[in-house]
Protein backbone atom coordinates (compact mmCIF):
# COMPACT_ATOMS: atom_id res chain seq x y z
CA UNK A 1 0.00 0.00 0.00
CA UNK A 2 2.98 2.32 0.79
CA UNK A 3 4.24 1.56 -2.59
CA UNK A 4 1.34 1.70 -4.15
CA UNK A 5 0.47 5.80 -2.35
CA UNK A 6 4.71 7.05 -3.11
CA UNK A 7 3.87 5.91 -6.72
CA UNK A 8 1.17 7.81 -7.22
CA UNK A 9 2.81 11.07 -5.78
CA UNK A 10 5.65 10.52 -8.25
CA UNK A 11 2.81 11.03 -11.20
CA UNK A 12 0.81 13.41 -9.69
CA UNK A 13 4.37 15.49 -8.73
CA UNK A 14 5.64 14.91 -12.60
CA UNK A 15 2.47 15.67 -14.35
CA UNK A 16 2.35 19.14 -11.70
CA UNK A 17 5.68 20.30 -12.46
CA UNK A 18 5.80 19.18 -16.52
CA UNK A 19 2.38 19.24 -17.41
CA UNK A 20 -0.27 21.29 -15.42
CA UNK A 21 1.99 24.60 -14.71
CA UNK A 22 2.69 24.47 -18.45
CA UNK A 23 -0.05 24.87 -21.86
CA UNK A 24 -1.59 21.60 -22.86
CA UNK A 25 -2.87 22.25 -26.27
CA UNK A 26 -4.59 19.31 -28.17
CA UNK A 27 -3.66 18.77 -31.50
CA UNK A 28 -6.97 18.88 -33.51
CA UNK A 29 -10.84 19.80 -32.89
CA UNK A 30 -11.09 16.11 -34.95
CA UNK A 31 -8.11 13.65 -34.85
CA UNK A 32 -7.57 12.59 -38.47
CA UNK A 33 -7.27 9.51 -40.07
CA UNK A 34 -8.77 7.98 -36.68
CA UNK A 35 -11.56 4.61 -35.94
CA UNK A 36 -13.43 5.61 -33.54
CA UNK A 37 -12.35 4.05 -29.90
CA UNK A 38 -12.01 4.51 -25.84
CA UNK A 39 -9.08 6.86 -24.95
CA UNK A 40 -6.64 3.98 -23.53
CA UNK A 41 -3.85 6.32 -22.84
CA UNK A 42 -1.64 4.90 -20.01
CA UNK A 43 0.98 6.59 -17.96
CA UNK A 44 3.89 4.73 -16.14
CA UNK A 45 7.15 5.80 -13.78
CA UNK A 46 9.49 3.12 -14.23
CA UNK A 47 13.61 3.44 -13.57
CA UNK A 48 12.51 7.46 -13.25
CA UNK A 49 11.64 7.13 -16.73
CA UNK A 50 7.68 8.77 -17.49
CA UNK A 51 6.25 6.45 -20.57
CA UNK A 52 3.37 7.12 -22.05
CA UNK A 53 1.93 4.79 -23.94
CA UNK A 54 -1.83 3.97 -26.51
CA UNK A 55 -1.75 7.57 -27.27
CA UNK A 56 -4.97 8.29 -29.72
CA UNK A 57 -5.65 11.99 -28.79
CA UNK A 58 -2.07 14.14 -29.84
CA UNK A 59 -1.21 17.50 -27.66
CA UNK A 60 1.64 19.42 -28.00
CA UNK A 61 2.92 21.03 -24.24
CA UNK A 62 4.04 24.11 -24.45
CA UNK A 63 7.33 25.15 -22.25
CA UNK A 64 7.85 29.25 -22.37
CA UNK A 65 11.51 30.49 -21.48
CA UNK A 66 10.96 32.29 -17.98
CA UNK A 67 13.05 35.47 -19.49
CA UNK A 68 10.62 37.43 -21.94
CA UNK A 69 11.45 38.51 -25.38
CA UNK A 70 9.98 38.34 -29.12
CA UNK A 71 11.01 36.67 -31.85
CA UNK A 72 12.37 33.02 -30.60
CA UNK A 73 13.63 30.22 -32.10
CA UNK A 74 11.00 27.45 -31.17
CA UNK A 75 11.57 23.61 -31.15
CA UNK A 76 9.15 20.96 -31.38
CA UNK A 77 10.93 17.79 -29.28
CA UNK A 78 9.54 14.11 -30.09
CA UNK A 79 10.26 11.84 -27.54
CA UNK A 80 11.63 8.47 -28.40
CA UNK A 81 10.26 5.31 -27.97
CA UNK A 82 10.22 2.31 -31.09
CA UNK A 83 6.79 3.95 -32.25
CA UNK A 84 5.02 1.95 -29.58
CA UNK A 85 5.48 3.86 -26.27
CA UNK A 86 6.93 7.77 -25.46
CA UNK A 87 9.66 8.53 -23.09
CA UNK A 88 8.11 11.78 -22.58
CA UNK A 89 10.59 12.67 -19.52
CA UNK A 90 14.41 12.62 -20.17
CA UNK A 91 13.63 12.69 -24.17
CA UNK A 92 10.24 15.53 -23.53
CA UNK A 93 9.97 17.75 -20.48
CA UNK A 94 13.52 17.45 -19.46
CA UNK A 95 15.09 18.51 -22.88
CA UNK A 96 11.99 21.14 -22.81
CA UNK A 97 13.18 22.83 -19.78
CA UNK A 98 16.77 22.57 -20.49
CA UNK A 99 16.04 24.79 -24.12
CA UNK A 100 13.74 27.06 -21.90
CA UNK A 101 17.51 27.90 -20.34
CA UNK A 102 18.75 29.06 -23.53
CA UNK A 103 16.18 31.33 -24.51
CA UNK A 104 14.27 28.52 -26.64
CA UNK A 105 10.42 27.84 -26.86
CA UNK A 106 10.12 24.45 -26.54
CA UNK A 107 7.10 22.10 -27.39
CA UNK A 108 6.62 18.27 -26.40
CA UNK A 109 5.01 16.97 -29.53
CA UNK A 110 2.62 13.69 -27.64
CA UNK A 111 2.20 12.10 -30.73
CA UNK A 112 0.23 9.25 -31.95
CA UNK A 113 1.17 5.74 -31.07
CA UNK A 114 0.82 3.69 -35.02
CA UNK A 115 -2.14 1.10 -34.21
CA UNK A 116 -4.70 0.02 -36.47
CA UNK A 117 -7.60 -0.58 -34.26
CA UNK A 118 -7.57 3.61 -33.79
CA UNK A 119 -6.17 4.33 -37.30
CA UNK A 120 -7.33 4.01 -40.63
CA UNK A 121 -3.94 3.85 -42.13
CA UNK A 122 -1.39 3.68 -39.02
CA UNK A 123 1.96 4.75 -40.93
CA UNK A 124 1.25 8.22 -41.55
CA UNK A 125 -0.68 9.15 -38.33
CA UNK A 126 2.63 10.10 -36.38
CA UNK A 127 3.99 12.06 -39.45
CA UNK A 128 0.34 13.96 -39.75
CA UNK A 129 0.70 14.75 -35.76
CA UNK A 130 4.29 16.16 -36.52
CA UNK A 131 3.13 18.30 -39.44
CA UNK A 132 0.30 19.47 -37.47
CA UNK A 133 2.32 20.53 -34.90
CA UNK A 134 4.68 22.26 -37.24
CA UNK A 135 1.47 24.41 -38.71
CA UNK A 136 0.32 25.29 -35.35
CA UNK A 137 3.28 26.59 -33.91
CA UNK A 138 3.72 28.62 -37.10
CA UNK A 139 0.21 29.69 -37.04
CA UNK A 140 0.89 31.00 -33.41
CA UNK A 141 3.89 32.18 -33.54
CA UNK A 142 3.31 35.76 -32.78
CA UNK A 143 0.89 34.41 -30.20
CA UNK A 144 4.14 33.07 -28.71
CA UNK A 145 6.99 35.65 -29.90
CA UNK A 146 8.34 33.07 -32.27
CA UNK A 147 10.27 33.64 -34.99
CA UNK A 148 8.46 31.70 -37.43
CA UNK A 149 11.64 31.28 -39.75
CA UNK A 150 13.16 29.23 -36.76
CA UNK A 151 10.66 26.49 -35.72
CA UNK A 152 12.69 23.62 -36.15
CA UNK A 153 12.31 19.83 -34.65
CA UNK A 154 14.06 17.43 -32.95
CA UNK A 155 13.78 14.04 -32.19
CA UNK A 156 15.39 10.76 -30.06
CA UNK A 157 15.40 7.55 -31.14
CA UNK A 158 11.96 6.64 -32.81
CA UNK A 159 11.06 9.87 -32.39
CA UNK A 160 14.19 10.84 -34.27
CA UNK A 161 12.87 8.81 -37.45
CA UNK A 162 9.65 10.82 -36.87
CA UNK A 163 11.52 14.36 -37.13
CA UNK A 164 13.84 12.93 -40.18
CA UNK A 165 9.91 12.09 -41.77
CA UNK A 166 9.51 15.87 -41.48
CA UNK A 167 12.10 16.97 -42.71
CA UNK A 168 12.26 14.86 -45.82
CA UNK A 169 8.45 14.71 -46.52
CA UNK A 170 7.55 18.32 -46.09
CA UNK A 171 6.50 18.72 -49.65
CA UNK A 172 3.46 16.73 -48.90
CA UNK A 173 0.90 17.16 -46.52
CA UNK A 174 -0.70 14.38 -45.20
CA UNK A 175 -3.10 17.12 -42.94
CA UNK A 176 -5.46 19.69 -44.38
CA UNK A 177 -3.55 22.66 -45.04
CA UNK A 178 -5.82 25.24 -46.46
CA UNK A 179 -4.09 28.12 -45.79
CA UNK A 180 -0.68 26.23 -47.59
CA UNK A 181 0.85 26.91 -43.90
CA UNK A 182 4.63 25.98 -44.57
CA UNK A 183 5.32 22.82 -43.03
CA UNK A 184 9.04 23.02 -43.60
CA UNK A 185 11.10 23.20 -40.59
CA UNK A 186 14.12 25.03 -40.21
CA UNK A 187 16.34 22.74 -38.31
CA UNK A 188 16.04 19.26 -37.25
CA UNK A 189 18.45 17.90 -34.10
CA UNK A 190 18.50 13.97 -34.39
CA UNK A 191 19.45 12.29 -31.13
CA UNK A 192 20.23 8.09 -31.65
CA UNK A 193 17.54 8.40 -34.78
CA UNK A 194 16.37 5.58 -36.14
CA UNK A 195 16.56 6.61 -39.67
CA UNK A 196 16.81 3.66 -42.32
CA UNK A 197 13.96 1.41 -42.52
CA UNK A 198 16.34 -1.08 -44.91
CA UNK A 199 17.09 -4.56 -42.78
CA UNK A 200 20.58 -3.37 -43.13
CA UNK A 201 19.77 -0.53 -40.83
CA UNK A 202 16.67 -0.83 -39.70
CA UNK A 203 15.77 -0.64 -35.95
CA UNK A 204 13.52 -3.57 -36.67
CA UNK A 205 10.50 -2.69 -33.71
CA UNK A 206 10.05 0.60 -34.58
CA UNK A 207 9.26 -0.43 -38.88
CA UNK A 208 7.03 -3.30 -37.38
CA UNK A 209 4.64 -0.16 -35.27
CA UNK A 210 4.78 1.82 -38.07
CA UNK A 211 4.27 -0.26 -41.07
CA UNK A 212 3.42 -3.65 -39.83
CA UNK A 213 5.34 -6.95 -40.43
CA UNK A 214 4.95 -7.17 -43.97
CA UNK A 215 5.98 -3.75 -45.39
CA UNK A 216 6.42 -3.36 -49.08
CA UNK A 217 9.98 -2.31 -50.38
CA UNK A 218 7.89 0.84 -51.59
CA UNK A 219 6.76 1.78 -47.91
CA UNK A 220 10.28 0.71 -46.96
CA UNK A 221 11.72 3.21 -49.17
CA UNK A 222 9.01 5.74 -48.43
CA UNK A 223 10.36 5.90 -44.66
CA UNK A 224 14.18 5.24 -45.37
CA UNK A 225 14.65 9.21 -44.65
CA UNK A 226 18.04 8.99 -45.96
CA UNK A 227 16.78 7.68 -49.40
CA UNK A 228 14.61 11.30 -49.16
CA UNK A 229 17.30 13.92 -48.79
CA UNK A 230 17.32 16.72 -51.20
CA UNK A 231 18.98 20.27 -51.36
CA UNK A 232 15.72 21.26 -49.71
CA UNK A 233 16.46 19.35 -46.35
CA UNK A 234 16.79 21.41 -43.12
CA UNK A 235 20.34 21.46 -42.12
CA UNK A 236 20.48 18.96 -39.41
CA UNK A 237 22.64 18.54 -35.91
CA UNK A 238 22.92 14.22 -35.23
CA UNK A 239 24.22 12.52 -32.14
CA UNK A 240 25.43 8.74 -32.06
CA UNK A 241 27.18 6.49 -30.14
CA UNK A 242 29.29 3.65 -31.41
CA UNK A 243 28.52 1.40 -29.51
CA UNK A 244 24.56 1.31 -29.66
CA UNK A 245 23.30 -1.69 -29.86
CA UNK A 246 19.60 -0.79 -30.30
CA UNK A 247 19.77 1.72 -32.78
CA UNK A 248 22.87 1.29 -35.40
CA UNK A 249 25.17 4.23 -35.78
CA UNK A 250 25.54 4.16 -39.16
CA UNK A 251 21.97 5.28 -39.46
CA UNK A 252 23.55 8.71 -38.40
CA UNK A 253 25.95 8.51 -40.54
CA UNK A 254 23.83 7.60 -43.62
CA UNK A 255 21.79 10.66 -43.07
CA UNK A 256 24.73 12.82 -43.02
CA UNK A 257 26.25 11.49 -45.96
CA UNK A 258 22.96 12.12 -47.36
CA UNK A 259 22.79 15.62 -46.53
CA UNK A 260 26.47 16.04 -47.23
CA UNK A 261 25.96 15.00 -50.84
CA UNK A 262 22.87 17.31 -51.39
CA UNK A 263 24.85 20.49 -49.88
CA UNK A 264 23.17 20.53 -46.92
CA UNK A 265 25.58 21.86 -44.12
CA UNK A 266 25.58 19.93 -41.35
CA UNK A 267 26.95 18.49 -37.96
CA UNK A 268 27.47 15.13 -36.83
CA UNK A 269 28.67 14.16 -33.66
CA UNK A 270 30.54 10.69 -32.58
CA UNK A 271 31.02 9.33 -29.51
CA UNK A 272 32.54 5.62 -29.12
CA UNK A 273 30.31 4.70 -26.55
CA UNK A 274 27.51 5.50 -24.37
CA UNK A 275 24.84 3.11 -25.87
CA UNK A 276 21.35 4.12 -26.66
CA UNK A 277 18.45 6.18 -24.97
CA UNK A 278 20.59 7.98 -22.33
CA UNK A 279 18.85 11.31 -23.12
CA UNK A 280 21.22 14.60 -22.40
CA UNK A 281 23.80 12.76 -19.90
CA UNK A 282 26.38 10.40 -22.18
CA UNK A 283 28.00 8.98 -18.94
CA UNK A 284 30.94 7.25 -20.63
CA UNK A 285 32.40 11.00 -21.58
CA UNK A 286 32.86 14.34 -20.16
CA UNK A 287 31.96 16.06 -23.53
CA UNK A 288 28.43 17.58 -23.30
CA UNK A 289 26.14 17.08 -26.62
CA UNK A 290 24.11 19.65 -25.27
CA UNK A 291 27.14 22.73 -25.49
CA UNK A 292 27.96 21.07 -29.16
CA UNK A 293 23.97 21.41 -29.96
CA UNK A 294 24.17 25.07 -28.22
CA UNK A 295 26.84 25.99 -30.10
CA UNK A 296 25.81 24.70 -33.48
CA UNK A 297 22.50 26.98 -32.57
CA UNK A 298 24.76 29.79 -32.35
CA UNK A 299 26.56 29.66 -35.28
CA UNK A 300 23.35 29.00 -37.28
CA UNK A 301 21.65 32.03 -36.13
CA UNK A 302 19.42 30.42 -34.19
CA UNK A 303 20.45 31.45 -31.15
CA UNK A 304 21.82 34.68 -29.38
CA UNK A 305 25.33 34.73 -28.28
CA UNK A 306 24.39 36.28 -25.07
CA UNK A 307 21.84 33.06 -24.53
Not at 85 to 93: I, T
Not at 171 to 192: C, H, M
Not at 206 to 226: T, V
Request: proline share 5%.
Amino acid sequence: MIRIFAFCIIIKLLFTTDVAAQEVMPLYDKVPNSIPSVDKETSVVRDGILRITKVSVPTITIYHPTNPGAGRTAVIICPGGGYGMLAASHEGSDIAHALNQWGITAFVLKYRLPDDSIMIKKSIGPLQDAQRALQLVRLNANRWNINSERIGIMGFSAGGHLAATASTHFGKAVIDNPDNTILRPAFSILIYPVISFFDSLSHIGSRNNLLGKGASHADILDFSNESAVTPMTPIAFLVHSGDDRTVKVANSIAYYEALVRNGVKSELHLYPSGGHGYGMNNKTTPDVWMERLKNWLKSNSLLKNKE
